[in-house]
């Protein structure tokens, strides 16, 4: 790779903010964004939070911009970013629908859009999309959000096979049920019925899903593109 500057959507909490930190302790420079003002935690010199919202283009135009005087431009996407909005489609809003495309969708395609120049200028780069099991087996009341998901798979195998000859490579990681934040207000007789559904029987933990992007994004993963990975335990199996 020519440098080692990572950039993380959906830093500020759960496997985004696990991914920062990991990246960071591997002496990478990270770039995180969220929505939000935020902070990382950690203080590692190596961390840089910024506030984005990646449904505006105006904004990621900005922030390229910012990070190209700084020579902070990545050579390392992690389309991380996402949003549930849950709800029965019988019942489904409008908004709810157009919300979760737009960031967990459209999102992906604005920040890769501007990224990938660079890039192909540098004939290297790693673009690793999270995607989610539910894109993969579906989930009742998540028609919105497994959609959004559901197409990340294909817009990863056709991006890597456009971009392949460049030297970049482009992956998919879908995690499955993770001890975050996200599945924090499940109730332990919910949380126990989904483990009895896991062959490991356990939830996965964020070092779980850090440790496979990482793998991805590193010289050892060179010959690995257009893959959909879970991160599930065994959940589902093809």
């Known amino acids: 790779m020519i440098n080692k500057v990572v950039f993380i959507s959906g830093a500020s909490r759960g ?3 696990s991914l920062a930190n990991y990246f960071a302790e591997k002496d990478y420079y990270v770039v995180g964004t969220s929505r939000n003002d935020f902070n990382f935690k950690n203080k590692s010199k190596n ?3 910024i506030k984005l919202d990646i449904t ?3 904004s990621i135009k900005i922030c390229f911009n910012n990070l190209k005087e700084k020579n902070l431009l990545p050579t390392i996407l992690i389309n991380n970013a996402g949003i549930t909005s849950d709800q029965l489609f019988l019942r489904m809003k409008d908004d709810e629908w157009d ?3 737009s960031t967990n969708l459209t999102g992906v395609f604005n920040l890769t859009k501007i ?3 660079n890039m192909i200028k540098n004939k290297g780069g790693r673009i690793i999309n999270i995607s989610s099991i539910s894109g993969l087996m579906g989930n009742p009341g998540q028609v919105n959000y497994s959609s959004s998901k559901a197409a990340l798979n294909g817009f990863t195998k056709s991006l890597a096979k456009e971009i392949g000859s460049r030297n970049i490579t482009v992956n998919n990681v879908a995690p499955g049920f993770i001890d975050t934040d996200m599945t924090s207000y499940l109730q ?4 126990q019925e989904i483990i009895n559904t896991i062959p490991l029987q356990r939830l996965g933990n964020i070092d779980d899903v850090s440790k496979l ?3 991805l994004a590193s010289d050892e993963a060179s010959y690995i593109t257009g893959q959909t990975i ?3 335990g065994g959940l589902l199996m093809y």
Do not use: N
């Not at 332990?188 to 949380?191: C, F, W």
């Open 115 to 117: 990224f990938i120049k």
């Open 56 to 58: 505006c283009r105006e």
């Open 99 to 101: 919300d979760v495309i």
């Open 15 to 17: 496997i985004g903010e």
């Open 230 to 232: 879970s991160v599930d």
């Open 188 to 191: 332990e007789d919910a949380k």
């Open 213 to 215: 992007v990482y793998f």
């Open 47 to 49: 961390l840089f939070p």
